[in-house]
Structures are given as structure tokens and as C-alpha cells.
């Protein structure tokens, strides 16, 4: 079992900032795949990044890919989500999810564990 809480999140001018971070509970953190996913009202709930147990491979959307950043620090059971140039279009509830496997690490459908998520608004 694995508890996710997510913190971070906040209102932004588009252009601007925010970094994203997920604590872990439980002493097998580093054993999961790590990813994070965003949900806009009306929409439905799309995956933005992954990384590996080890951090040695990251997954990014198109829409994000050169402005968000994912990494983890086992030590410290956390993964973060560094969100540059935020957009308008950027602004969801923002979700961590935890996956024993890598299969299908950018697939809603590979992770067994989500936090209550993180509102992240960037106003144009």
C-alpha cells in the first residue's frame, strides 16, 4: 500500500512557475514508477510525465516537453514535477500516481495508487 499527497500547487501568471511534489508513504518507494497526470474540468484525465524506479528514464507529453521537468529523490520518498512557461491551457488538478510495474508508464491504466491531487492555475 502506498499513500500519495501532493503539494505545491497554486495560482500563476502564464509564463511563471510552480513545482510540484508528491510524498510517499511506505519503504518501497523506489521500487514504483513514478507519474504525474492533470485533469481539467470537462475533460478527462491526461498524462503529463513518468519517470523510472532508478530515474533513469523520464516520459513527457508533446505539450510539455521543454517546459516540465519530473525527478525523484528516493531518499526522501518524493517526486517532483517542475513546471516552467506555464500556459492558460496548463491549468488542471494535478495528480501523482505510483506504478509497481513499467508497463504502460503514460497510461492512466498502468499506476495502482493516485493522490487527491493539486490545483494548478495559470492565468493569461
Known amino acids: 500500500q502506498v499513500q500519495l499527497v501532493e503539494s505545491g500547487g497554486g495560482l500563476v501568471q502564464a509564463g511563471g512557475s510552480l513545482r510540484l511534489s508528491c510524498a510517499a508513504s511506505?519503504?518501497?518507494?523506489?521500487?514504483?514508477?513514478m507519474g504525474w497526470f492533470r485533469q481539467a474540468p470537462g475533460k478527462e484525465r491526461e498524462f503529463v510525465a513518468a519517470i523510472a524506479w532508478n530515474g533513469e528514464n523520464t516520459y513527457y507529453a508533446d505539450s510539455v516537453k521543454g517546459r516540465f521537468t519530473i525527478s525523484r529523490d528516493n531518499a526522501k520518498n518524493t517526486v517532483y514535477l517542475q513546471m516552467n512557461s506555464l500556459k492558460p491551457e496548463d491549468t488542471a488538478v494535478y495528480y501523482c500516481a505510483a506504478g509497481l510495474t513499467f508497463i504502460r508508464p503514460t497510461s492512466v491504466s498502468g499506476y495502482d495508487y493516485w493522490g487527491q491531487g493539486t490545483q494548478v492555475t495559470a492565468s493569461s
Open positions: 511506505g519503504r518501497t518507494f523506489s521500487r514504483y514508477k
